[in-house]
């Protein structure tokens, strides 16, 4: 099976001309199958951006990316949409849809997909929000849960459908240390199960035991390599 | 995705959404309405207007007219000779000629005393060339002297004439009409309309009597009723060779037609209704425009998700578009019934012919429709603003 994430070379700059800032430089980084990779590294140091170019929620500029088998370089909207329905999204915050409850919230992740009818997605729903332990919460909206409950509703969206990889930005940073650090455990019990790899973005020390390795920017730049633990 | 499918479920995402917001949905339908009832109403007076404008002239049984060219409005007649009336029977396709006079006088009201024009019909009665309900039972005691028959459907202010008669059964109601006094014979059905609030129907002969000062050589307008099987438009050619440039020769139609002309072309009247009818669009359309763009800017964190994880642009136009149309319909039917009630209301307390109908309700329910597409065309643009990259 090929790795999931193959990037090599990758750079990226914001602005144009006298603005333009580098942000990005020669940015290389793998992550293997079913691996669990968290990425450190100061404020400002590029780590938010490079996820964003890898979930294929900005266009690439410079550089080789391999997401899910998908050539990133060069890749149309209509390509990189694609891409972004087979990797699992968990935000800082939640992002749920405030309008709907807990499962209705968990199914629109499967509304993308062909052939599924309304029952077959609102059990797969079900079973997910079981598996994240709210099955008694099902038909809250999301103002009504807590911000734990709401984060777990929001690993159950991006685990529902089967992705290939999950991909996190501070996932914990809004919830206190005894929620942080159970919402952890569980996408990564969850993503073991599944074989799915994480690439999650933190500054949680509390949670860096979770990880396979460490990988650490600074200036744009990765770090070379620190054993984990 | 199947067709059906990528169009209901975003039509059930915006309804959630739009549910889930009360009062936002509440005031976005009562936009809708106030909409709805604006254009039906507009777009009912304006039918109204022109349907009692020629109502006169509809109700008058024969193929062909002749009319003064200079005439605008039946209200306002231009006289032409009365020797066209006998010229025209020398086709022999020309069964009968019947002279009609119109006139305003003043009508002073029995019960208040009060004064107000009213506009008189005068033809031969025997000739049968009128069709007024209530007409044919009245024919006989027109032929006395002074006698009129008075429109029931006559705008109020002229005095409550069927009680008054009811109230003295047999006996003729006496009224001071442009200063004489004549007597009422009874009721007949024709309708005010925008040039008369009020109708009588009297004999030729009694015309001459209340109006004196007129020329015996000059009528207003000439109904023409032809053979049976006569042709309407040869008929009307062989006329218009026949006659002389003072007269147009007109078939009914063309004479309903040359009234309503007037009306839609010469006066702002038809324009006032359009343009209300257009106002009462733009401002619904603004309404919904910003319920729908609030809507999204409310929500462009939600939005920007949905497209991270996968949903297309056209897939949020979509739940913004439906909506809009979820909104013309909650806010159409409510408007529709609202609208029907009040041609009841207004109907009855202007004697106009307001009513609904299904193809007006389907004209309308199309504009309303049309009205909230335009603001969701509008709205979406600011969908733009939801960032995916923006998410994390
Ligand atoms: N949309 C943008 N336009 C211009 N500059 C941007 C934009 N987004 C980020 N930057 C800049 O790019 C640099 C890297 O930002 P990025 O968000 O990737 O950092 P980060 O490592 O995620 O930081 P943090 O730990 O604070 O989240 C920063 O200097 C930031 O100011
Ligand atoms: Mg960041």
Redesign the pocket.
């Known amino acids: 099976m090929a790795d999931p994430v193959v990037l090599e070379e990758v750079s990226y700059a ?2 144009e001309g006298e603005l333009r ?1 580098a ?2 430089r020669d940015v290389a980084l793998r992550v293997m199958p079913g691996e669990i990779v968290l990425l450190t ?12 170019l890898i979930g294929a929620l900005r266009a690439m500029q410079a550089g080789r990316a391999r997401v899910l088998e998908t050539e990133l370089a060069g890749a149309g909207e209509g390509q990189r949409r694609a891409l972004r329905r087979r990797i699992g999204f968990i935000f800082q915050n939640h992002n749920l849809l405030g309008f709907l409850n807990a499962r209705q919230n968990v199914a629109m992740a499967l509304e993308l997909q062909a052939g599924l009818t309304e029952r077959e997605r609102l059990s797969r729903a079900d079973a997910m929000l079981a598996s994240v332990g709210l099955e008694d919460h099902r038909h809250k909206p999301p103002s009504q849960l807590s911000g734990g409950q709401r984060q777990r509703v929001a690993i159950a969206r991006a685990l529902v459908g089967d992705p290939g990889l999950i991909l996190a ?2 996932p914990t940073a809004a919830l206190d240390k005894a929620s942080g650090q159970e919402v952890a455990a569980l996408l990564r019990r969850m993503a073991r199960q599944r074989q799915v790899p994480i690439l999650m ?1 933190t ?1 949680d020390p509390r949670i860096l035991d979770m990880a396979d390795r460490i990988v650490t ?1 600074e200036d ?1 730049r990765v770090v070379p390599a620190l054993p984990a633990g | 995705m199947s067709l059906l499918q990528s169009l209901y479920l975003p039509l059930r995402l915006s309804w959630r959404q739009l549910r889930a917001e009360r009062a936002r949905l509440l005031a976005a339908m009562a936009g809708v309405m106030f909409a709805c009832v604006l254009v039906f109403m507009q777009i009912g007076f304006r039918a109204a207007l022109f349907d009692s404008a020629t109502a006169l002239l509809s109700a008058m049984r024969a193929e062909l007219f002749l009319m003064n060219p200079l005439t605008t409005a039946s209200f306002r007649p231009e006289p032409l000779p009365r020797i066209r009336a006998q010229q025209a029977l020398a086709l022999a396709e020309v069964r009968q000629s019947v002279p009609v006079y119109m006139a305003q006088v003043t009508w002073r009201n029995p019960e208040s005393g009060t004064r107000r024009a009213i506009q008189l019909v005068a033809f031969d009665i025997e000739s049968d060339a009128m069709g007024f309900n209530g007409l044919a039972a009245l024919a006989d005691r027109l032929k006395q002297p002074d006698a009129v028959a008075f429109d029931r459907r006559s705008r109020p202010e002229f005095g409550d004439v069927g009680r008054l008669l009811a109230g003295q059964p047999g006996t003729p109601l006496p009224v001071q009409i442009g200063g004489r006094q004549m007597n009422v014979m009874g009721l007949v059905d024709i309708g005010p309309s925008f040039g008369a609030d009020g109708n009588l129907v009297l004999s030729e002969t009694n015309f001459r009597r209340l109006l004196p000062n007129r020329s015996v050589a000059n009528v207003d307008l000439v109904a023409l009723r032809l053979q049976p099987g006569a042709d309407p438009v040869a008929t009307q050619a062989r006329l218009k060779a026949l006659l002389p440039e003072d007269v147009v020769v007109l078939t009914q139609p063309e004479l309903v037609a040359w009234e309503r002309r007037y009306w839609e072309e010469a006066t702002p009247i038809g324009f006032i209704f359009t343009f209300g009818s257009l106002m009462g669009l733009i401002v619904g359309m603004v309404i919904v425009y910003q319920i729908l763009f609030s809507d999204i800017a409310g929500h462009l964190r939600e939005y920007a998700t949905l497209k991270a994880i996968g949903y297309s642009n056209g897939y949020l136009a979509r739940v913004v578009l439906s909506a809009a149309l979820l909104l013309a319909v909650l806010g159409f039917v409510p408007g529709a019934v609202v609208s029907a009630v009040l041609y009841d209301v207004v109907g009855s307390a202007t004697f106009l012919p307001l009513g609904m109908s299904w193809s007006r309700a389907g004209l309308v329910f199309g504009l309303i429709f049309g009205m909230c597409a335009a603001a969701g065309l509008l709205a979406m643009r600011k969908l733009r603003d939801a960032q995916p ?2 998410m ?1």
């Open positions: 914001f602005g800032r942000v990005l590294g100061p404020s400002g140091s590029g780590k938010t951006t490079l996820l964003t930005d501070e973005v500054h920017m744009g | 990259a923006d994390f």
